[in-house]
């Protein structure tokens, strides 16, 4: 509810530089009257320092116009987009269309092959919506073999709502390991604070090897009317990997000093 100064939020991320995660996503380039808190992240990425870890930069674009802001930026290493199967969600959102968000999309390539970047797209609404429009496994394969032939192979499945379980994640997941290459094949979760055991257990034996989490597990999405489910504890998760006995390569005390920095942010 309350604006987060920049220089709290460089301190905080530039903390979790020094953890050892491959990406960290650290702003948007969206529209500041839509999402204040983001407004500044052009200042952010100017007081982060990438020589501290080895982390990437990436960052969301909204539109063709934030991914020409975050291309020129020489930090960001991934660009990010969040697509859908659900035109409901789409719309509030991003407020565009399945056809506009396409064309968007097939922009922001462009924009990250003439610059150098990446392009990351998240298949929100992966495991199911709120919003009692049709939904399948063979939809969501189709959007996905639609990426691939695109070549767009950075994808996120993205359970935004907290809809999936173990069974439909394990599902799903374990249809397009198989179909398609899935070294880029990432899984975006939210969950509620007792139920996100079993979907990792899921994903993980479904051959999905990328995982995100946020500290803390804050974080989630207004749009889609569900309350109390939020991104998974990156904590949770390293702890998951520690009773998988799954080397995470992360730093522990830095893990811990992030956290602790965490605490002074979201107050």
């Known amino acids: 509810p309350r604006h987060v ?9 530039n903390a979790i530089l020094k953890v050892g995660f491959e990406t960290v ?16 992240t052009g200042e952010l990425l100017k007081l982060l320092d990438l020589n ?3 982390s990437n930069l990436m960052v969301i674009a909204g539109n063709s116009r934030g991914g020409q802001l975050a291309s020129a930026e ?16 789409l719309q509030r959102n991003l407020n565009t269309t399945p056809d506009d968000a396409w064309r968007t999309m097939l922009e922001l390539q462009n924009i ?9 797209v998240y298949l929100t ?5 709120p919003y009692n429009e049709p939904w399948s496994d063979e939809q969501v394969s189709r959007e996905v073999e639609k990426l691939y032939k695109a070549g767009i192979y950075g994808l996120v499945l993205s359970d935004t709502t907290g809809k999936g379980t173990p069974e439909s994640i394990g599902r799903l997941c374990t ?17 509620k604070p007792d139920d996100w055991e079993g979907k990792l257990d899921a994903a993980w034996g479904a051959g999905i090897r990328r995982f995100e989490s946020a500290l803390g597990g804050y974080g989630g999405c207004p749009m889609t009317g569900v309350e109390l489910c939020a991104n998974i504890n990156t904590l949770d998760l390293y702890s998951w990997c520690q009773r998988m006995h799954i080397s995470s390569g992360l730093d522990e005390d830095a893990l811990k000093a992030a956290q602790a920095i965490a605490l002074e942010v979201f107050v």
Do not use: W
Not at 25 to 40: E, I, L, N, R, T
């Open 25 to 40: 996503d650290c702003g948007s380039f969206v529209s500041a009257k839509a999402v204040p808190q983001m407004a500044d």
């Open 5 to 13: 100064p920049v220089e709290m939020k460089a301190k905080f991320i």
């Open 52 to 54: 501290i870890g080895s």
């Open 112 to 120: 990250c092959g003439l610059s150098g970047k990446e392009l990351r």
């Open 125 to 129: 609404m992966a495991f199911g919506n």
């Open 74 to 89: 020489s930090k960001v290493h991934t660009i990010a987009y969040p697509y859908s199967v659900s035109g409901t969600f």
């Open 175 to 191: 249809t397009l390991t198989r179909a398609f290459p899935a070294e880029q094949m990432g899984i975006h979760l939210h969950t």
